[in-house]
């Protein structure tokens, strides 16, 4: 994955959504959410499953956000992927990362078609943690 790409997602003054956080902390979408929660980010969990997650409330869809992230993180499988970066495309959200096990090459494809910037195969609490000063 490109490097410099990497690195203008983990700006702090991003706005993260990570679609498919979880309740249960054994969860990856737990695990990410918290993660970029306890690193200072600003991010909402996203999970229509959910009412809230470490307190903070969950929000049903992207489109349901109080505020419109610059990166959407997804922790769920490749076939909801497909559907997403589409709401993404819609939205205006000009990023998206897929977790290692939420990609696909058709939700790739698509985001490169439509000028959406992604990044995949790299899993973002791994990347955050090794650039970190």
């Known amino acids: 994955m490109d490097e410099k790409l990497i690195e203008?997602?983990?700006?702090?003054?991003?706005?993260?959504?990570?679609?498919?956080?979880?309740?249960?902390?054994?969860?990856?979408?737990?695990?990410?959410?918290?993660?970029?929660?306890?690193a200072g980010?600003?991010?909402?969990?996203?999970?229509?499953?959910?009412?809230?997650?470490l307190g903070d409330k969950c929000y049903p869809s992207?489109?349901?956000l109080p505020k419109s992230p610059q990166v959407v993180d997804l922790v769920v499988p490749p076939k909801l992927t497909n559907q997403i970066v589409k709401v993404c495309k819609k939205l205006?959200?000009?990023?998206?990362?897929?977790?290692?096990?939420?990609?696909?090459?058709?939700?790739?494809?698509f985001c490169k078609e439509n000028n959406i910037e992604v990044v995949h195969g790299v899993c973002v609490m791994v990347e955050r943690r090794s650039k970190q000063k």
Do not use: C
């Open 8 to 38: 203008e997602f983990l700006e702090k003054r991003n706005v993260f959504a990570v679609v498919g956080a979880s309740r249960n902390q054994g969860k990856y979408g737990h695990q990410v959410y918290k993660d970029l929660r306890n």
């Open 41 to 53: 980010y600003n991010v909402y969990p996203v999970n229509p499953n959910a009412d809230e997650i």
């Open 92 to 109: 205006g959200i000009s990023k998206v990362w897929m977790q290692p096990g939420s990609e696909s090459k058709t939700a790739i494809n």
């Open 62 to 64: 992207l489109e349901s």
